[in-house]
């Protein structure tokens, strides 16, 4: 840097420093190696906590944790659909209340990154788009289109004024460095042709113009308009990632995945401590100084958020677990990188970066400071074996796959691969089984015929469109007079249930990386008319792609094989539809609903479908996690005190044979001492008399006791 470039930041910092000063106030701007906070450069490490994925009790502890693990900032995306319901109506309370989860944040003396979107993607149904938006006459999401533009600046301003009446934004003194707008577009500009890149600019444009005072960031977003900072997403940015898009802005990773998300017939991602600590140190090497490790804490998928075919436990490999509880040994090698790092802080911020081969697949980093400062990082991208290294006449021992971090460029103090950090595991404690017949009562869904329902059509109707989001269920009835025994079905939504005469008679379902499917059912049918009733189930909203509010979902074709040569074709045939269950409509998860229906003590016929299940049952003594095990039951949802705790879907085995999920996480939050009123939707024919509760804890894996927090 030339002298006179010198004087010239000097002098920028000096006045920084002075307006924020008088003004009690945190200045921030950015160069091109660092976010820059009250005139001082700033390596940060950042977690993802999205509020509504958990409880406001568990906030506090969540946000500790983290700053106990060397996190600086807490990032959180925005959620459209949760805060505008219907249009000009917004909803800010319970687990919705955005601004007391970023004041929590700011009490315990952190920062926030809050990602406004408004899409986020996320795994949240519909992208976190409400579904209202589909209705907007000639709207195109995500693209130079008025009516859509219109809703996001809309919601967009709605949320930046929100912060700014509650002055949480830095340049008023609280905790938000950084916004971002957008979300993974530049995966789908191309499909908008010469329109993406106009949409790409009318939005950075759009954000900078609502004057923030902190800088906006688009993830994945390499023609970013400046000043905004384009950001990587992913595993491996310190491989993938090609910089900024201007020497004057930082490089930054936003999503830095501890894990992956899972979906129903997926086995879990294991990602190890070692790996993301690996990816972290290289990426701090190549001179990145925002790290953000998506997800800290997952948490739970409440309600029908999830999007389609995702599981309602969330990143639960994350540092932090569905609970909240600490995973090891990823939450503590990672805090020991995090402390290695803040502690080399200044040359990496202020020194003079070098680097060069050590080996054939061995590469020194390193950074000198003029105060004589140094820090090295010697990478072997090896992974089969341990490699001897020389660096400044000295000799060190890499692992496979390993970094190295020497704070003084002559001592070798932290080693990605090296974990001192015992691991845990977590063990459930059964504290109440269902399994007596008089604790339960049960209410069984009528299949409606022909007869029955006031919607008609002469065709098949996209199930999204019809529900309007409003349920997962969509019944299908074709007025049918066929004698014969094959019944086709096909379907792009996510399940599909056959009635014939109102018995149940088959189940079909795709999966998240196969969108459609197909059936065809032996049936009995009766002389004279029969009553074909099909179920069509989605498991979320699509969340991802372009032209989000076009996409198909549900029946696609219907027909009875009546004989040999001839094939009735209901797919243009006159049908009935009814939107969503009774007990939907009813609301019988809910004290005030249960007399709306007539429930009956369990009955022991084998035609359990759409049967709803309830009962009571006291809470556990203590403060340890709680969790339902639902591993008896095949499909459904659960609520608890008219909370839903999302969908079940044990079921759908994985390739191993295992389901994806079996424990459903009840937040304490949600109960009484005594007299909690649990019910549970079955699709299928689970077992409810096998339904338990369990509490959740921590042990080490060489000792007999367990913890909750990690131990003194």
């Known amino acids: 840097m030339k002298v006179r470039e010198m004087v010239w930041w000097w002098w920028i910092y000096i006045a920084v420093a002075v307006q924020a000063s008088i003004k009690g106030e945190d200045y921030v701007t950015y160069d091109g190696r660092s976010l820059i906070i009250n005139g001082q450069r700033k390596l940060l490490f950042s977690g993802s906590i999205h509020y509504p994925r958990s409880t406001p009790q568990m906030w506090s502890s969540l946000i500790g944790k983290a700053k106990e693990g060397g996190v600086d900032v807490i990032q959180t995306y925005v959620f459209w659909n949760l805060h505008e319901p219907q249009p000009g109506q917004y909803d800010f309370s319970g687990r919705y209340d955005l601004v007391k989860f970023i004041k929590e944040i700011q009490a315990q003396g952190l920062y926030v990154c809050l990602r406004i979107g408004p899409f986020i993607e996320s795994e949240w149904t519909y992208g976190g788009f409400p579904f209202w938006l589909h209705d907007v006459p000639g709207i195109v999401y995500r693209t130079d289109n008025e009516p859509f533009k219109f809703y996001m600046q809309n919601f967009t301003t709605k949320i930046v004024n929100l912060m700014k009446s509650e002055g949480l934004y830095a340049s008023q003194g609280g905790p938000i460095i950084l916004s971002q707008i957008e979300n993974e577009y530049q995966n789908v500009e191309a499909a908008f042709h010469e329109k993406g890149p106009i949409y790409v600019k009318w939005a950075a444009k759009m954000g900078v113009e609502l004057e923030t005072g902190v800088p906006w960031v688009m993830c994945k977003q390499t023609d970013a308009p400046d000043p905004v900072i384009n950001t990587c997403n992913g595993m491996r940015c310190g491989e993938t990632f090609g910089g900024p898009n201007s020497p004057n802005k930082p490089s930054m990773w936003t999503e830095n995945w501890t894990s992956f998300y899972q979906v129903y017939g997926g086995e879990p991602y294991i990602r190890s401590a070692e790996d993301i600590a690996f990816h972290v140190a290289l990426f701090i090497a190549k001179k990145g100084s925002y790290i953000n490790y998506y997800m800290y804490h997952g948490g739970t998928n409440f309600g029908r958020t999830t999007s ?396 007999p006791f367990s913890y909750h927090h990690l131990p003194q």
Not at 357 to 382: H, R
Not at 512 to 520: A, I, L, P, Q, R
Not at 529 to 536: A, E, M, Q, R, T
Not at 669 to 688: A, I, K
């Open 308 to 703: 389609a075919y995702v599981i309602t436990s969330y990143y639960d490999q994350a540092p932090l677990d569905e609970y909240g509880l600490l995973r090891q040994p990823k939450w503590g090698h990672l805090k020991e990188l995090h402390i290695m790092i803040k502690n080399c802080s200044t040359p990496l911020l202020q020194g003079v970066q070098s680097n060069f081969s050590i080996g054939p697949l061995q590469q020194a980093y390193v950074f000198k400071e003029g105060t004589g400062a140094c820090v090295a990082f010697l990478v072997n991208n090896d992974a089969t074996k341990n490699v001897t290294v020389q660096f400044q006449n000295n000799s060190f021992e890499l692992l496979p796959k390993s970094i190295g971090i020497l704070p003084d460029c002559q001592n070798m103090v932290f080693n990605t691969a090296k974990v001192s950090t015992k691991p845990n595991k977590r063990i459930t404690t059964l504290t109440k089984m269902f399994n007596e017949v008089d604790m339960w009562k049960e209410f069984k869904e009528d299949i409606p015929n022909f007869l029955d329902t006031s919607l008609r059509s002469n065709s098949l109707l996209e199930h999204m469109n019809t529900t309007q989001d409003k349920s997962d269920y969509l019944c299908f009835q074709p007025n049918s007079t066929c004698p014969q025994p094959v019944l086709h079905v096909e379907s792009l939504g996510h399940v599909v249930h056959a009635y014939i005469n109102t018995i149940f008679i088959e189940a079909g379902h795709g999966s998240h990386d196969t969108k459609g499917f197909s059936m065809d059912i032996p049936i009995t049918l009766i002389d004279g008319i029969n009553n074909v009733s099909i179920l069509s189930v989605m498991v979320g909203l699509p969340d991802s792609g372009a032209f989000l509010e076009s996409r198909y979902a549900g029946l696609t074709k219907v027909t009875i094989q009546c004989s040999e040569s001839y094939i009735y074709d209901f797919t243009n045939y006159t049908w009935g539809y009814q939107i969503g269950l009774e007990g939907e409509k009813l609301q019988v998860f809910k004290e005030q609903s249960l007399e709306e229906v007539e429930w009956s003590e369990i009955d022991d016929s084998t035609n359990k479908s759409l049967t709803w299940y309830k009962t009571t049952f006291d809470a556990p003594i203590g403060d340890e996690p709680i969790a339902l095990n639902m591993s008896s039951m095949q499909k459904g949802a659960v609520w608890v005190n008219e909370q839903s705790i999302g969908r079940y879907w044990v079921s759908f085995l994985t390739s191993k044979g295992n389901p994806s999920q079996t424990l459903y996480h009840v937040p304490r939050s949600f109960l009484n001492p005594t007299g909690n009123l649990l019910v549970v939707l079955e699709e299928l024919n689970g077992d409810p008399l096998q339904i338990s509760l369990n509490t959740i804890s921590l042990v080490n894996v060489n000792s």
